[in-house]
């Protein structure tokens, strides 16, 4: 029976924690193996048959005294942690040093080094986890750059190349364990936000409290002015306002769920990351200047009503004329317009 490559990959899955549990003993066991290993040929030879699919590795290199992690970004699509190692006092040539200064890009699904005298692999995880968020936040299947490297750790195996655990070429499961831990971080970085939010309000409220109000009316003003910015019209938002205040109110965590939900669709309808703009934003706003400057224009309100506390005229378009709600008739007594 031909099997497919997620069936092949869930079968070795399976005889895997079978061999584990058994302890390794008995014939059932050795023909369990025996099936394992050859599950394995035929996923290799499914990446070896596919050339274009194989990741072309930089070169592995070896942590020396003092060398550093200096960024993460990508190589080649790919999440990559940029290395920058610097001189040591071993003769050149030991140990796999490299010249002071040279940089090596070092893409997860490739190479994972870890330096048990400088860097443990844990910590060098942490940078290629925050790298490899961007590319697969919030994503449920693997994608087909997930499943690349998958692929290109599992053609290249795994090797330690010495006693002192300074580095490792990544296989499967390890990759697979570093996609985990980067949709973690990313699910950690979205339960982060609103907490960080609240500390950039507390700053900028801190001799001035706000109040349920004016957080309400805010939210309705970056509402309206993001449907604005695509194009709906102050018609179109009265309509919609007359309508949801006709009927009763709802219960906030249904609410808060639904803005949510409609914001998470939009956002993919229109091409844009809601917790990338979010981020931009707060980094935007969370600055000394922008803290004063939202200062002083709430210092300057009249009176803490709905609408924000002053209006520069620099932020006012003139409109052609004030809108004007259509008549819409009179209502019977058993819910009719006349």
């Not at 092949?8 to 549990?21: G, K, N, T, V």
């Amino acid at each position: 029976m031909t099997m497919t490559r997620e069936q092949l990959i869930a079968r070795r899955d399976e005889l895997q924690a079978q061999i584990d549990a058994s302890n390794g003993w008995g014939a059932a066991v050795g023909a369990m193996s025996e099936e394992l290993e050859g599950i394995k040929r035929r996923l290799q030879a499914q990446v070896s048959e596919n050339p274009c699919r194989q990741v072309d590795l930089p070169h592995v290199i070896q942590l020396g005294t003092g060398d550093r992690i200096i960024t993460s970004g990508f190589y080649r699509g790919l999440p990559a942690v940029f290395i920058e190692p610097t001189a040591d006092p071993r003769p050149p040539g030991t140990r796999g040093e490299t010249p002071a200064g040279e940089r090596h890009t070092l893409a997860p699904g490739a190479t994972v080094i870890a330096a048990a005298n400088l860097r443990s692999l844990e910590v060098l995880r942490e940078h290629i986890d925050k790298a490899a968020t961007k590319l697969m936040r919030g994503a449920a299947p693997l994608t087909e750059d997930e499943c690349f490297m998958v692929e290109a750790a599992m053609y290249y195996g795994f090797q330690h190349v010495d006693d002192d655990a300074t580095v490792f070429q990544a296989n499967e499961s390890q990759i697979v364990a570093l996609v985990k831990a980067a949709r973690e971080q990313g699910r950690q970085d979205v339960l982060s936000l609103q907490p960080r939010c609240v500390t950039w309000l507390d700053k900028v409220t801190e001799d001035d409290p706000t109040d349920l109000t004016e957080r309400l009316a805010r939210f309705f003003e970056e509402s309206a002015e993001f449907v604005q910015s695509k194009g709906f019209t102050e018609a179109q938002v009265h309509d919609i306002v007359r309508y949801v205040f006709g009927r009763p109110a709802g219960e906030p965590p249904q609410e808060i769920g639904g803005a949510m939900t409609t914001m998470a669709v939009l956002c993919d309808f229109i091409g844009e990351d809601m917790f990338a703009c979010a981020e931009a934003e707060l980094a935007r706003v969370d600055t000394p200047e922008m803290i004063q400057k939202i200062r002083e224009k709430r210092s300057r309100r009249h009176g803490r009503g709905v609408l924000p506390g002053t209006t520069e005229e620099a932020d006012l378009v003139p409109a052609e004329k004030p809108y004007q709600a259509p008549f819409i008739g009179l209502p019977l007594s058993d819910g009719r317009m006349i």
